[in-house]
């Protein structure tokens, strides 16, 4: 589970100091396999979205994006357009098009994909287990209200998950949910007491082979009555927890065999106690999932005094990467019929066979920085740019000198899945960019 909705501390040393780039940007001269790439200015680090770059390839990406942005999306019967995600002159809003041109895939519905192919398996764990008690939702709209993504699940206010640097704004009051936790109270309000909440969901981070702005979760969440616990012994805490744990360490031995699991105790502003699961997994320990106990305030709020539930949320890539053995977190979203039809549904754990690694190609860029420099702001407009080409971007250098000005260099690996990419191309898109 990426560690967005945990403890603040651990999500604030994620974010980095925020920056201004000078009129011109020094490049290091430590730039690796590469030819030295061009000077970037200070303008492209404030651009909300970039058009298209001038390099073939991210081109095409970038014309297929906007040719998506075109036509409205259905999900689950709402219809959602360009203008109504993004919105350039809307200073409150921070939703570019390469994010637009997600929404509406929904990979996790497709069953000959890594991610439908583990959703399936996971509902048949708890068909089988609950005899369909478990009511499934895989089509709610991913434009949900700032009450619902953060107030309904008790995130505190002044919690970093909040900021415009991790979250997608589409206005003041509606982002693009960033975890399905944000569909628990609705749900519960409308009468559920079983579900799983599968779909998208939207972070804005760095970039390297595990994150991508657009990823799926499963959420899923169980109420109890009083007449649940009353004969066991344990108060409603106690037993919703024992109930929680011996299901999802059910559900661990579904997806990967009878592998040694531990928990560990956290912290979610929805659960108390929060746990993760850990399994034992190809020689290391593998986080699968977070858990807990609902906070009683989110029961009461909605039309469940007196009970009490269990919660949990997993990312479904984290796990598909795993599983398949997929080894970049880009190749989910890859059409190329090379990728897709390795898989096929019903199939859990067919190992995927690269069918090539094309070289990277490496360019570093240093600059100076101010307190409104983010790497996530660096990142989306290095995505807006080279869009799924970019691989990775890592801070490799990090200085201040005596007068307490810092500059950054960033290494950025570019990298096709599909071909092998010139250093000319990369340095005209960038030239093209960032002159
Ligand atoms: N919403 C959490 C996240 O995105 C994941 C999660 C953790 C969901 C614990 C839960 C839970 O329902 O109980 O980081």
């Not at 030819?35 to 492209?44: H, I, K």
């Not at 699991?261 to 699961?277: I, K």
Request: with cysteine; charged share 25%.
């Amino acid at each position: 589970m990426r560690p967005l909705i945990r403890s603040a501390c651990r999500l604030r040393a994620r974010v980095r100091a925020m920056a201004t780039l000078p009129a011109a940007a020094a490049f290091s001269p430590s730039s690796s396999a590469a030819a030295r790439p061009p000077r970037l200015t200070l303008a492209l680090f404030f651009l909300p979205s970039a058009p298209a770059p001038a390099a073939l390839g991210a081109r095409a990406l970038r014309t297929s994006a906007s040719a998506a942005a075109a036509a409205a999306v259905d999900v689950g019967g709402v219809k959602i357009a360009r203008e109504d995600v993004v919105r350039e002159e809307d200073p409150t809003n921070n939703v570019p098009d390469t994010i637009y041109s997600k929404i509406g895939l929904q990979l996790h519905r497709r069953d000959n994909h890594p991610l439908g192919i583990l959703k399936n398996t996971i509902y048949d764990y708890f068909d089988k287990n609950f005899s369909g008690q478990f009511n499934k939702f895989d089509d709610l709209c991913p434009l949900v209200s700032v009450k619902q993504n953060f107030d309904d699940v008790l995130v505190p206010a002044d919690h970093i998950s909040r900021s415009y640097n991790d979250t997608y704004y589409v206005d003041a009051q509606t982002v693009l949910r960033c975890h399905t936790s944000a569909h628990q109270a609705e749900l519960l309000r409308d009468g559920h007491t079983h579900f799983l909440v599968t779909g998208d969901v939207y972070r804005r981070d760095s970039i390297d082979s595990t994150h991508y702005p657009v990823f799926h979760q499963m959420e899923g969440f169980r109420v109890f009555s009083p007449d649940d616990w009353s004969g066991s012994g344990m108060d409603g805490t106690a037993y919703a927890a024992a109930d929680l744990k011996k299901t999802l360490e059910g559900l661990a031995r579904h997806l990967f065999g009878a592998v040694e699991m531990r928990w560990v105790d956290t912290y979610f502003p929805f659960t108390n106690p929060s746990f993760e699961l850990e399994i034992y997994f190809q020689d290391d320990w593998l986080e699968v999932l977070g858990c807990g106990v609902t906070e009683q305030e989110i029961l009461k709020s909605n039309g469940r005094t007196d009970h009490v539930a269990w919660a949990f949320g997993l990312g479904l890539e984290r796990l598909a990467m795993v599983l398949f053995d997929i080894p970049d977190i880009r190749l989910f979203w890859s059409n190329d019929q090379r990728f897709t039809s390795q898989f096929s549904e019903g199939k859990l754990g067919v190992k995927f066979k690269p069918f090539s690694k094309f070289p990277p190609c490496y360019k570093d860029m240093s600059f100076w920085i101010n307190e409104e420099f983010t790497e996530n702001n660096l990142c989306e407009v290095v995505r807006g740019i080279a869009g799924d080409l970019v691989e990775e971007v890592k801070l490799i250098d990090n200085f201040t000198n005596k007068k307490g000005l810092t500059s950054h260099c960033y290494r950025i690996a570019y990298r096709s899945m599909e071909r092998s990419l010139t250093d000319e191309e990369i340095n005209d898109m960038q030239v093209d960019r960032c002159s």
